[in-house]
């Protein structure tokens, strides 16, 4: 089976994602590109908040979504329940935060990592399970306690 995962990005991350597309696609996942589909300016939010929303409500397990820095649709992800989006920059990163926090968003920097480096970066994320260790379950709990309070 095909696993989808959706992609979105701004302005800021259109040349990544266009980079990424294929990539994704050779690691055997279906991506479903909801825009921004060129690099006329959009408002990161927009993007960010749909592919969140889409991420939580269950339609897909997982999400990868680009600015510029990957800071501001990584604090726009995080405010939607459900969501523990992950802004990495490294392979280490995006493999620890599979396994201790199992991310189910991973943001990127179009602007702040090459190509390469987000290649590996997506690969490390998709390929990594979460640990299921008792202390990050207790901890991923708090986070989701912390949200429905
Ligand atoms: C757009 O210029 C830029 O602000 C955006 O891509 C992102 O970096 C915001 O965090």
């Given at each position: 089976?095909?696993?989808?995962?959706?992609?979105?990005?701004?302005?800021?991350?259109?040349?990544?994602?266009?980079?990424?597309?294929?990539?994704?696609?050779a690691l055997?996942?279906?991506?479903i590109d909801i825009g921004c589909y060129d690099e006329?300016?959009?408002?990161?939010?927009?993007?960010?908040?749909?592919?969140?929303?889409r991420?939580?409500?269950?339609?897909?397990?997982?999400?990868?979504?680009?600015?510029?820095?990957?800071?501001?649709v990584s604090i726009c992800a995080n405010k939607v329940k459900g969501i523990?989006?992950?802004?990495?920059?490294?392979?280490?990163?995006?493999?620890?935060?599979?396994?201790?926090?199992?991310?189910?968003?991973l943001a990127l920097g179009g602007r702040i990592v090459g190509s390469e480096l987000a290649k590996g970066i997506v690969k490390a994320w998709l390929e990594t399970g979460f640990s299921q260790g008792q202390r990050h379950i207790n901890r991923i709990a708090r986070i989701s306690g912390y949200e429905n309070k």
């Open positions: 089976m095909v696993r989808r995962v959706i992609i979105g990005c701004d302005h800021g991350g259109f040349t990544l994602k266009k980079e990424l597309i294929p990539f994704i696609e055997g996942y279906e991506p006329n300016s959009v408002d990161y939010p927009d993007v960010a908040f749909s592919l969140a929303e991420v939580a409500s269950g339609e897909f397990e997982k999400g990868i979504i680009i600015c510029g820095t990957g800071i501001g523990r989006c992950a802004l990495c920059t490294d392979e280490a990163m995006a493999r620890l935060t599979r396994e201790h926090n199992d991310s189910n968003v």
